[in-house]
């Protein structure tokens, strides 16, 4: 079997995804996602220019070589651009070998080492009491853990509470330029132990909450925030720091017992080295789409869990049904699965994504679809073209860029 095309789709039902096709001398195709949120044309030129020309030929099954080919045959290596592009290779050769074997990809990584996966749900509130009703929809909804995110007195925009639709799920206002979003560290810190306080009244001690710093918060802030929200029990604390800074997790963690989720911003396993050698983390956050595909992410589960450190794929909106799929099929697999993020998508994605997986009683399943279990709809893709659109910007009040 050989490789006879490779084919780059760039499509925006609501928002922009970037899809690699694959397709064999025998008729079989296979997809991988490749968006990067905000800078999706750049992964869409380096596949369609520099990586499609030498998958043509190519054996399909070889899944190892042709990753190890395109991580260390390019030489400027790592990065967020060449790892979602060598993702979306990787997981549409998954795709292929597992639809040539006729068994959904899980199979192919070990099986099922679980019936159903768990997931978490956002709820935000520009407000407590708004908080707390959005809180009761994603429990209505059937999820077993709920992430909170409150908007914060005297702030106008703030990552995590945005404009939602009847169901709760975020409206998406794509835009030429980056929505400006302004940030107070000491307001944050002053009114996120009361929003867990609340939450914890009025829902109890057994509900899973998690909470997302989105990398704002310098290491003695962090250990500061972890500690004050121990009486709470959080489920997690997550990127409280920006993490390029390994050693800065030291601090933190010799500070507080609140666990840590690091990583969706990490490309490869040299991110994670002293987290996980040295404790530092109890989950890895990394997403299929990121990380350069199924086959490394995989790896990095298997060195986690040597240290008792779980998975927990990022699996916001904007990693299309392809890179979601792949990541349950993930999630159903390995041992040390932790939690699955899970925000789901908008109908028109859904219908121009068809897939196998999931969602019942806030649990997901990949399904038994030879592959990963998702078709693209070629046609509804191409009626809605890619829209340029950014994620947000951070500015202290004095206008200073902060931390997104």
Known sequence: ????DAKVVVTSPGRNFVTLKLTT???????????????ELAVVSYLADHVAPLLTGLDPHRIEDTWQSLYRGAYWRRGPVTMAAIAAVDVA????????????????????????IGTYGHANGRDIPELLDS???????????????????????????????DTGAPVLHQQARPLVEDWDTAAYLRHVPAVFEAVRAEFGPELPLLHDSHHRLTPIQA???????????????????????????????RSTTTPLAVGEVFNTVYDYQALITEQLIDYVRSAVTHFGGVTPL?????????????????????ISPVGMAAAVHLDLAVHNF????????????????RHAYTFTDGHLHPGEAPGIGVELDEELAAAHPYAPAYLPVNRLHDGTVHDW
């Open 1 to 4: 079997m050989k490789i006879v």
């Open 135 to 165: 809180v009761r929809a994603r429990l209505a909804e059937g999820y077993p853990a709920v992430r909170i995110q409150s908007g914060i007195p005297g702030l106008k925009a703030v990552y995590g509470v945005s404009d939602t639709d």
């Open 25 to 39: 001398d025998e008729g079989l195709t296979g997809l991988g996602d490749a968006t990067l949120n905000g800078r």
């Open 93 to 116: 050769l998954w795709d292929i070998k597992a639809k040539a074997a006729g068994l959904p990809l899980y199979q192919l990584l070990g099986g099922a080492s679980r019936e159903r």
């Open 338 to 353: 932790g939690i699955q993020e899970f925000s789901g998508h908008t109908p028109l994605t859904d219908e121009v994504f």
């Open 223 to 253: 250990a500061r925030l972890g500690r004050d929200l121990e009486p709470y029990r959080p489920f997690w604390l997550e990127d409280c720091t920006p993490a390029e800074n390994q050693e800065a997790l030291r601090l933190v963690r």
């Open 298 to 318: 995989r790896k990095l589960f298997d060195f986690a869990a040597q240290y008792q450190i779980k998975s927990a794929i990022h699996g916001p909106e904007d």
